[in-house]
C-alpha cells in the first residue's frame, strides 16, 4: 500500500523558515517524480515544486522561486521541501504527492496518482 506521510508544518511567523519532510513508503520511491502542492483557506490547489527521481532537475512555481527548496534523499525515501523567508501567503495546506512518471513540468498535476493527508503552514505575526 502506497503511503505518503507529511511533517513539519505548524505556526510560524513572517520570514521564517520550516521545513517539511514526506516519508514514503510501499512503491520504489526512487523510481518516480515527487511533487508538493497546496491548497490556502478558502481557495483551491495551487501546484508548487516538482523533483525528479534523482533530484537533479526540480522546478517551482514563480511566487516561491528563490525561498523554497525541493529536494529528496532516496536512502531514506523522503522528499523535502525547505521553505525560508515565509511570507503570510503562504499560509496553507501543504501535500506530497508522487507522480507515475518522472517528468518534472511546472504546474502538472498530470500523474499525480497517491497524495498525502497534508501539513497545515501558518505564517503569521
Known amino acids: 500500500e502506497v503511503q505518503l506521510v507529511e511533517s513539519g508544518g505548524g505556526l510560524v511567523q513572517p520570514g521564517g523558515s520550516l521545513r517539511l519532510s514526506c516519508t514514503a513508503s510501499?512503491?520504489?520511491?526512487?523510481?518516480?517524480?515527487m511533487s508538493w502542492v497546496r491548497q490556502a483557506p478558502g481557495k483551491g490547489l495551487e501546484w508548487v515544486s516538482a523533483?525528479?527521481?534523482?533530484?537533479?532537475?526540480?522546478t517551482y512555481v514563480d511566487s516561491v522561486k528563490g525561498r523554497f527548496t525541493i529536494y529528496r534523499d532516496n536512502a531514506k525515501n523522503t522528499a523535502y521541501l525547505q521553505m525560508n523567508s515565509l511570507k503570510p501567503e503562504d499560509t496553507a495546506v501543504y501535500y506530497c504527492t508522487k507522480l507515475n512518471h518522472n517528468i518534472v513540468r511546472r504546474g502538472n498535476f498530470i500523474g499525480m496518482d497517491y497524495w498525502g493527508n497534508g501539513t497545515l503552514v501558518t505564517v503569521s505575526s
Open positions: 510501499g512503491f520504489t520511491f526512487s523510481s518516480y517524480a
Open positions: 523533483i525528479n527521481k534523482g533530484g537533479g532537475d526540480t
